[in-house]
């Protein structure tokens, strides 16, 4: 839909809202069906895993929501990190143990009230992040898009540019990519991306068969029936369709019986909990999920047409407690995600409700349509995900940061660089390193203002004066020639830290060499030990005016 229904005055309650909520559930069901498939794709995962932690989010995480209207399921923004957590850990099982130490961690953080988590990250770092994710899905969907068959590339090991790369990294698969290319599978995703960017055009949306079919969904169906055409119509010719043995299909357990389904679940490997490096991957993915979380409930919280504010440290606990099962049962790690969230509101969703149908819709299809999730061709899930991908490192957006000046441009570029050629943690903290230099160097030079006529200076602080202020301060003292009047004004710094007095009484005790008087004006000279053991004087206008004792 182009706009959200604020027609009717809103009741509470589930059942009173049953006529908006159900069909918007199945609006962000058919949008989280490929989404689940793809991130669970992108992050080396069981695709059944991407699908359990859709199910969970929308069953588990909506009853216990602290928003009305997000939705929780796997996010793009966490992929980077689950494919270098399960490859860091040694096996998907041992980064299972991971996620419920992430829920654990979380549900703690929503008992400590840590919902502001989010604001104390600086929003270029913020940005780079997502920018970095996106570049980094975009980069690892190409060999799909381009039909890269799985082990087709063991016997060409003695390639040696492989080896500078790495025969694990993303550049080395695109290496591979060069040698096992599939022609059905560059056709269905590149008519699949041009798909998905006309779909949002306002031409299209001008439609209403546009604004209530999700692109992604489209271009699976587009896909399924594309790739069956191919392989009726070149049966005799396997390079020219797409097929579940050469590894180019999605692939889900078909389950037989009810006992099939707890045996098809992955079940995490406790012992991983002796090693340090779980514990590290938990709190990275506690960290990071929960300031995509909080991000991405305050986005729909400016959506929701009744202006609900979200309650996030019940999030965070929401969020939690369904990471801790999603671990338990074998699948992904998650979020609250703005994508659906988005198609949520416009579908005009009212309560939690939505996001129960959706889930319950997914476990739905997980138990009684596997077959046709087999069908769907990795190709259209890597076209949903570059175009993600770009969405997130469009640009638009290097040309908005850019135009915020500098120093946000500068830490925002670090960012990305830090997490593509490191790990995301690293990287984002490297990014807060540059930011923070930045504010503490504008801080720095913002902070003293002087003037001076003649041979009388002031030195006005313009606000609190802390340590980091210290070196701008001794500075400006140093400039000060011989035989002059100084007048340090403090009016408006309500704190100014021991550090700062300190310089004030080394350079008075200089200035007795050099001829230098110190006036001091709103700033307390009870901390001024070489002050205590002079004279003053008070004036009316509240300076304090040193002369040598005994004259």
Same mark, same amino acid.
């Given at each position: ?22 069909? &918007? ?15 669970? !794709?992108?992050? =080396? ?73 989010? #604001?104390?990250?600086? =929003? ?8 970095? /994710? ?45 040698? #096992? ?13 041009? %798909? ?47 097929? &579940? ?21 992955? !079940?995490?490997?406790?012992?991983? %909990? ?10 990275? %993915? ?12 305050? &986005? ?28 338990? !049962? ?7 995600? /703005? ?53 997130? &490192?469009? /640009? ?113 005790? %200089? ?8 006036? !001091? ?31």
């Amino acid at each position: 839909m182009s706009s959200i229904d604020t027609s009717r005055e809103f009741k509470p309650g589930w059942f009173a809202n049953f006529k908006y909520d159900f069909p &918007a559930g199945i609006v962000v069901f058919l949008v989280a069906v490929p989404l689940c498939l793809g991130i669970a !794709l992108a992050s =080396n995962a069981p695709l059944l895993s991407g699908l359990i932690a859709g199910i969970v989010g929308g069953m588990i995480v909506s009853m216990l929501s602290g928003s009305e209207l997000s939705v929780t399921g796997p996010a793009a923004g966490l992929t980077v990190i689950v494919a270098s957590s399960i490859a860091k850990l040694g096996s998907f099982e041992a980064f299972l143990a991971a996620v419920v130490v992430a829920g654990i961690i979380q549900i703690i953080f929503g008992v400590l009230r840590a919902g502001i988590i989010g #604001d104390y990250v600086p =929003n270029s770092v913020i940005k780079g992040m997502l920018a970095a /994710i996106g570049i980094i899905i975009i980069i690892k969907q190409f060999p799909y898009a381009f039909g890269h068959s799985t082990g087709q590339y063991d016997d060409r090991e003695d390639i040696e540019f492989l080896q500078h790369f790495g025969e694990d990294s993303a550049f080395a698969e695109l290496i591979r990519t060069l040698f #096992d290319v599939s022609p059905a599978a560059i056709f269905i995703s590149a008519l699949s991306i041009a %798909l998905l960017v006309l779909w949002e055009k306002p031409f299209f949306q001008r439609y209403a068969f546009f604004r209530l079919v999700p692109g992604p969904l489209a271009v699976v169906f587009l896909g399924i029936v594309l790739n069956q055409l191919f392989s009726w119509a070149f049966a005799d010719f396997p390079m020219l369709f797409l097929s &579940a043995e050469k590894g180019q299909l999605v692939k889900v357990p078909v389950f037989e019986n009810p006992a099939h389904v707890l045996q098809s679940i992955t !079940l995490p490997d406790f012992s991983a %909990l002796l090693r340090k490096e779980t514990y590290i991957v938990a709190l990275t %993915l506690a960290v990071v999920a929960s300031i995509e979380t909080l991000l991405s409930i305050e &986005a729909v919280d400016k959506l929701d047409p009744f202006k609900r504010i979200s309650d996030t440290e019940k999030e965070l606990r929401a969020q939690g407690i369904g990471n801790l099962i999603s671990g338990l !049962l074998g699948g992904l790690p998650m979020t609250a995600v /703005i994508v659906r969230s988005s198609a949520n509101v416009y579908a005009g969703a009212r309560t939690r409700a939505s996001a129960f149908y959706h889930g319950a819709f997914l476990l739905i299809a997980v138990l009684l349509a596997p077959n046709l999730l087999n069908m769907i061709p990795l190709a259209s899930l890597a076209a949903i995900l570059i175009t993600i991908g770009y969405k997130l &490192a469009s /640009i638009k957006l290097f040309k908005a940061m850019y135009k915020t000046g500098t120093e946000q441009f500068i830490a925002f570029v670090t960012t990305i660089v830090a997490i593509v050629f490191t790990d995301l943690l690293i990287g984002i903290f490297i990014g807060s390193a540059v930011a923070i230099f930045f504010v503490l160097r504008v801080y720095h030079h913002s902070s003293i203002t002087t003037v001076n006529q003649d041979n009388y200076y002031l030195i006005r602080f313009n606000k609190d004066m802390s340590f980091v202020n210290k070196s701008e301060l001794k500075e400006q003292l140093a400039k000060i020639p011989n035989d002059s009047v100084v007048i340090i004004e403090g009016t408006k710094a309500i704190f100014i830290d021991r550090d700062i007095y300190e310089v004030i009484d080394d350079f008075r005790e %200089l200035g007795r060499y050099r001829n230098i008087k110190v006036e !001091l004006k709103h700033v307390d000279s009870k901390y001024l030990p070489l002050f205590q053991n002079l004279s003053k004087r008070r004036t009316n206008n509240g300076v304090i005016q040193e002369t040598a004792s005994g004259k």
